[in-house]
Structure formats: structure tokens, C-alpha cells
């Protein structure tokens, strides 16, 4: 859940039309037109990176007239699919998937189970990854393909995307090599 009390605003005198800003939009709410950046003020999380990565300083934040509130509600979905999906995506449902909106697992992932397709769908529907972006775009990314959706990235997107983890290690090499006490592990993390 996020209130957003700003949005983004393009000063078209100094935009230059090079897309950088679209390259690390969360929720695809700038884009370029006609050569000028234009932001869809409805998608607009207002995490400033977009005037961050502008090199001609064309963008910066400024004041909404009403918040924005970005919010699912976890109880509006069948509790045990969004469990289900959850435990497939080996996330707990009540583990914090951003830091920055302190945003749990459960929140993104009732999201997926209402229609988001996509990490910006998720971003505009809850405002994960309107801060730093660092941890929370690879648990989304596990939701989405847990609900068995192959995640549009986003054209030139620059982002993290998936990262090994010991659910990943294949039987095989768990069973070649006892000494790391892999699926010991797996097993601890079963039970929390
Ligand atoms: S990064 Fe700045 S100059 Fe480049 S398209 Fe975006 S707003 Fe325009
Ligand atoms: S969501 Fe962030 S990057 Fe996208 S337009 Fe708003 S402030 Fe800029």
C-alpha cells in the first residue's frame, strides 16, 4: 500500500526525447511521444528516478492535488489460492516484499490473483518498487511465474530479474553433494 502525493512533470522545453527516463519507469507511466517524454499521471508512483537518470534535467517531482492511494486488499481474495500461489513462489505471505512501501508478500500477491500481469501492473496496483527497486522486483517476478504468467519486462527496461536460489539447484546436484546440506536446508525453510 502506498499514498502518493506527488507525480512527475516533464518540462518539454528541456527534454531531448532520449528514453532514458522509460528505462527505469516501475510502472511504465512515462513514456516518449513525439520525441518528449510524457508521463500518464494515473501510473505515476513518484519514486524520482526518471529525474534521477535525466541528463538534461527535464523532469521533476511536484505536488498532486489529491494523494493517490495504491492499495489490495490481501482479505478480498480466496485466502487459500493466495496461500497456494505464495507457497509456490516460496515467499511467506506475510514477508515484506518492499522495503520501501512496506508492502508484504501477501498484498503483491492478491494483486496477481486480481489480474496484475506484469510488474508494472503490480507497481501501479500496490506501489511496490516505487523506491530503491533492489529486493523487490525478483519476489514479484516469482509471483507472477508461480501464477504461471511469463512477466513482460517492459521494453529497455533496466531491472533485476531472477536470481538462483537454493529452490532452483536441481535434484541432482543436491544429491551429488551431501556436504552442503542442500535439501537439509530446504527443509528448515519448509517449516517457516
Ligand atoms: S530522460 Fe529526460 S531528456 Fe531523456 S526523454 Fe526522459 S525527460 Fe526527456
Ligand atoms: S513512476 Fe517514477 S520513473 Fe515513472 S514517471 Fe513517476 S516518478 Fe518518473
Redesign the pocket.
Known amino acids: 500500500m502506498k499514498n502518493v502525493y506527488f507525480r512527475a512533470e516533464?518540462?518539454e522545453t528541456?527534454?531531448?526525447?532520449?528514453?532514458?527516463?522509460?528505462t527505469v519507469c516501475p510502472s511504465g507511466a512515462?513514456r516518449?511521444e513525439d520525441k518528449?517524454?510524457r508521463v500518464d499521471d494515473r501510473k505515476c508512483v513518484a519514486c524520482n528516478h526518471?529525474a534521477d537518470?535525466?541528463?538534461?534535467?527535464?523532469?521533476r517531482l511536484v505536488d498532486r492535488t489529491e494523494p493517490l492511494l495504491l492499495k489490495v486488499n490481501p482479505a478480498e481474495v480466496d485466502r487459500n489460492e493466495l496461500v497456494k500461489l505464495c507457497i509456490k513462489a516460496h515467499l511467506h505471505p506475510r514477508q515484506l516484499i518492499c522495503l520501501c512501501a512496506g508492502t508484504r508478500v501477501e498484498e503483491a500477491a492478491a494483486a496477481v490473483l486480481k489480474g496484475a500481469r506484469s510488474l508494472q501492473d503490480i507497481t501501479t496496483m500496490t506501489g511496490v518498487c516505487s523506491g530503491c527497486t533492489l529486493y523487490c522486483t525478483e519476489p514479484m517476478l516469482r509471483l507472477l511465474k508461480a501464477a504461471g504468467i511469463e512477466p513482460d519486462l517492459g521494453e529497455g527496461r533496466r531491472l533485476y530479474n531472477i536470481t538462483p536460489t537454493i529452490w532452483d539447484v536441481p535434484e541432482e546436484v543436491i544429491r551429488k553433494h551431501p556436504g552442503y546440506y542442500l535439501e537439509e536446508d530446504k527443509g528448515v525453510f519448509r517449516k517457516t
Not at 14 to 22: N, P, R, T, V
Not at 53 to 59: D, K, L, S, T, Y
Request: overall charge negative.
Open positions: 516533464v518540462d528541456k527534454c531531448i526525447g532520449d528514453g532514458l527516463c522509460q512515462i516518449v518528449k517524454a526518471c537518470i535525466c541528463p538534461e534535467e527535464a523532469v
